[in-house]
């Protein structure tokens, strides 16, 4: 089957983060020509630049990494401005006495895990150990200084009565930079652009009605968070509220400070342009 046979295969990350942006997604009204794959950050960056998956909600940085196979969609990102809860550093000590320090990172991650060394290393000054590892807190913390959860376990992390010092790292990174932090953006291959523009604007438009809807009517996504995560009605509509799933001039200028500085500590290979796509062209941010 050639690519204009095959249906449009779109990443689905399964955080409560992205909800809003799928929760009320038509997928009826694209029988046969979309098709949704279920997938963790790292996975959904993995298959998206082997050309598996056609476009969706991947890590920031994966887009720093192979901007030259994407195009990014407006309105549509996972961002914030000060805290995420959801991007959660634990560590034993304060920020500043971690020199050195040997901390766990989750293999879940590529944005968040790139977001700690910039501010570790460029803020403060330091230089500690990584080691991966599976994001369990207390498996994590056996043998580690520090340990960073995302997603939802950082979520379910955070209402264990742990005994660390919790740093938002999305808070962090605006009390340096005073600019927005964009987590994951809405990538689409280049090769699918070219092949099937009608169908990538119609989905476009599917998931800002999606976004847009469950924001205002935020009650159904809330009611199944407390039934899959747990938690409370009042902290799932605090947590949904909070964040920004829009894509424009303020979170294009900070995540461009992002890639500016994993260049500089050689986390990236190239400076990365934004390339933002519109029904007519692609636009590249200066």
Same mark, same amino acid.
């Given at each position: 089957?050639?690519?204009?046979?095959?249906? &449009?295969?779109?990443?689905?990350?399964?955080?409560?983060?992205?909800?809003?942006?799928?929760?009320?997604?038509?997928?009826?009204?694209? %029988?046969?020509? &979309?098709?949704?794959?279920?997938?963790?950050?790292?996975?959904?960056? $993995?298959?998206?630049?082997?050309?598996?998956?056609?476009? #969706?909600?991947?890590? *920031?940085?994966?887009?720093?990494?192979?901007?030259?196979?994407?195009?990014?969609?407006?309105?549509?990102?996972?961002?914030?401005?000060?805290?995420? @809860?959801?991007? =959660?550093?634990?560590?034993? $000590?304060?920020?500043?006495?971690?020199? #050195?320090?040997?901390?766990?990172?989750?293999?879940?991650?590529?944005? /968040?895990?790139?977001?700690? @060394?910039?501010?570790?290393?460029?803020?403060?000054? =330091?230089?500690?150990?990584? /080691?991966?590892?599976?994001?369990?807190?207390? *498996?994590?913390?056996?043998?580690?200084?520090?340990?960073?959860?995302?997603?939802?376990?950082?979520?379910?992390?955070?209402?264990?009565?742990?005994?660390?010092?919790? /740093?938002?790292?999305? *808070?962090?990174?605006?009390?340096?930079?005073?600019?927005?932090?964009?987590?994951?953006?809405?990538?689409?291959?280049?090769? /699918?652009? %070219?092949? $099937?523009?009608? =169908?990538? +604007?119609?989905?476009?438009?599917?998931?800002? %009605?999606?976004?847009?809807?469950?924001?205002?009517?935020?009650?159904?996504?809330?009611?199944?968070? $407390?039934?899959?995560? #747990?938690?409370?009605?009042?902290?799932?509509? +605090?947590?949904?509220?909070?964040?920004?799933?829009?894509? #424009?001039?303020?979170?294009?200028?900070?995540? +461009? *400070?992002?890639? %500016?500085?994993?260049?500089?500590?050689?986390?990236?290979?190239?400076?990365?342009?934004?390339?933002?796509?519109?029904?007519?062209? &692609?636009?590249?941010?200066?």
């Amino acid at each position: 089957m050639n690519m204009m046979e095959r249906p &449009v295969r779109i990443g689905q990350i399964d955080y409560t983060n992205v909800w809003p942006v799928f929760y009320y997604f038509p997928l009826a009204e694209f %029988q046969g020509t &979309v098709e949704l794959v279920h997938q963790v950050p790292t996975s959904l960056n $993995k298959a998206m630049a082997e050309g598996d998956v056609a476009m #969706g909600p991947i890590s *920031a940085f994966s887009y720093g990494e192979h901007f030259k196979d994407y195009v990014l969609y407006p309105d549509l990102s996972v961002s914030a401005l000060r805290d995420v @809860k959801s991007l =959660l550093f634990f560590h034993r $000590k304060p920020l500043d006495e971690l020199d #050195g320090a040997h901390i766990a990172l989750p293999t879940t991650s590529a944005t /968040t895990v790139n977001l700690l @060394k910039i501010i570790l290393q460029k803020f403060y000054g =330091l230089k500690p150990r990584y /080691t991966y590892a599976a994001p369990s807190l207390s *498996a994590m913390m056996e043998s580690m200084d520090a340990a960073l959860l995302i997603g939802d376990d950082a979520i379910r992390a955070s209402w264990t009565d742990h005994g660390y010092m919790v /740093t938002d790292l999305g *808070a962090e990174w605006e009390k340096h930079t005073g600019l927005w932090m964009t987590f994951a953006v809405w990538a689409i291959r280049k090769d /699918t652009l %070219q092949a $099937k523009p009608e =169908l990538v +604007s119609r989905i476009h438009e599917a998931f800002v %009605q999606s976004k847009v809807k469950s924001l205002a009517e935020p009650e159904g996504m809330v009611h199944e968070a $407390k039934e899959r995560i #747990g938690g409370t009605e009042d902290y799932w509509r +605090s947590y949904f509220a909070n964040l920004c799933y829009d894509f #424009g001039p303020q979170q294009w200028e900070g995540l +461009s *400070a992002y890639y %500016q500085y994993a260049w500089e500590l050689g986390l990236l290979d190239n400076k990365v342009p934004l390339q933002i796509w519109s029904k007519d062209s &692609v636009v590249q941010v200066k």
